[in-house]
């Protein structure tokens, strides 16, 4: 079974800047997709960012410019840097990969961003 594996979160100030990590536990070449989301309380979890084929990326409009998502094949470990935080992006952000028709989900890591 897939694993993946969320880090990196935190307490930061607004203005401040993350680095979310997603540790695999195989090659990430080998998956169709990789992706965050994020869940706040009341709210339903969304899409931020996902990398696919020939390193095509997306973003939902309220964190372009912001947020960059990347990968370091030798550590399978997918990134999200997130710079310019604001308190809305307070969240749980989950990794997210797709393989095969199935897909799988890290734990989750807390970011809280304070005013």
């Known amino acids: 079974q897939v694993q993946l594996v969320e880090s990196g979160g935190g307490l930061v100030q607004a203005g401040g800047s993350l680095r979310l990590s997603c540790a695999a536990s195989?090659?990430?070449?080998?998956?169709?997709?990789m992706g965050w989301y994020r869940q706040a309380p009341g709210k339903q979890r969304e899409l931020v960012a996902t990398?696919?084929?020939?390193?095509?990326?997306s973003y939902v409009d309220s964190v372009k410019d912001r947020f960059t998502i990347s990968r370091d094949v030798a550590k399978n470990t997918l990134y999200l840097q997130m710079n310019s935080l604001k308190p809305e992006d307070t969240a749980v952000y989950y990794c997210?990969?797709?393989?095969?028709?199935?897909?799988?989900w890290g734990q989750g890591t807390q970011v809280t961003v304070s005013s």
């Open positions: 997210n990969a797709e393989l095969g028709g199935m897909t799988y």
């Open positions: 195989r090659n990430i070449l080998s998956f169709n997709a």
């Open positions: 990398r696919q084929t020939f390193a095509f990326t």
